[in-house]
């Protein structure tokens, strides 16, 4: 899995764990990527967690942390595209801003299932899913260019379902609404001043969800892991809102 250092990667690498899952974890945090894994070695039995760095928007990192799962465990027959930057700009973004983001969160959750979807045929079949986001389906001022690769994203899974079908491997993707994490926690105090229930008692951040809070990661990753375990076995080429009604207000 990309992006499985910290915050929604994190939680769901914790939750694969505990499922039985061999997970491998690439990010470009070696420091945290390494921290996690030896964090969750007991409970992996010291031989069901790796980690390899590496930055999704180079090919030929790709293929090395691919290659260098297989030799780990044999194969691949998950992954979860949870890699991303946040280039957060309005229509004045640069031509470099543009391509870092498009970068990472378009082309390097394509060239994970491009260098993934062979081991995944191989071994009967797999299942695939793709972090979007809230921002993929609504306006938000200065969201410009994180938006943009989010919506692209959810187009990305429905093609890539209809493409990988008949290889027996299902592509499904979840749109989170705000999830509370180090960085958001960061950014939150020193922006607003806000804690964790100031955010949450707040209109316009915990207050466009239903629920009235944010969400915890732990919350993402058991949508996740449904999405590629068996009890989601005839369900492919969906986008989940993980968002308490955020989409619907």
Not at 166 to 183: E, L, M
Request: aromatic content about 4%; some cysteine; hydrophobic content about 45%.
């Amino acid at each position: 899995m990309t992006g499985g250092a910290q915050g929604i990667g994190r939680a769901t690498a914790d939750r694969l764990i505990d499922e039985g899952a061999q997970v491998m974890i690439m990010d470009t945090d070696e420091e945290s990527g390494r921290s996690t894994v030896a964090e969750l070695e007991e409970r992996a039995g010291g031989k069901r967690i790796g980690f390899v760095r590496g930055d999704i928007s180079d090919e030929s990192q790709v293929v090395a942390a691919v290659r260098a799962t297989e030799q780990s465990f044999g194969g691949v027959e998950l992954l979860v595209n949870c890699a991303a930057v946040f280039v957060m700009r309005g229509v004045e973004a640069t031509v470099e801003e543009w391509r870092r983001v498009m970068d990472v969160n378009v082309m390097g959750h394509a060239l994970m299932v491009k260098h993934t979807a062979p081991l995944m045929e191989a071994a009967g079949g797999g299942s695939v899913v793709n972090i979007s986001s809230i921002s993929a389906h609504i306006a938000q001022p200065g969201f410009l260019t994180y938006s943009a690769t989010k919506a692209a994203i959810v187009g990305m899974t429905r093609c890539m379902a209809t493409d990988l079908a008949a290889k027996g491997i299902r592509v499904n993707a979840v749109s989170p609404g705000t999830v509370w994490n180090a960085n958001l926690a960061r950014r939150y105090r020193e922006k607003y001043g806000l804690s964790r229930a100031g955010a949450d008692a707040h209109p316009d951040i915990g207050g466009r969800h239903m629920l009235h809070r944010t969400a915890d990661p732990q919350e993402i990753a058991s949508t996740i892991a449904f999405l590629l375990s068996s009890e989601a076995s005839f369900v492919t080429g969906e986008n989940l809102m993980v968002d308490a009604g955020h989409s619907v207000m």
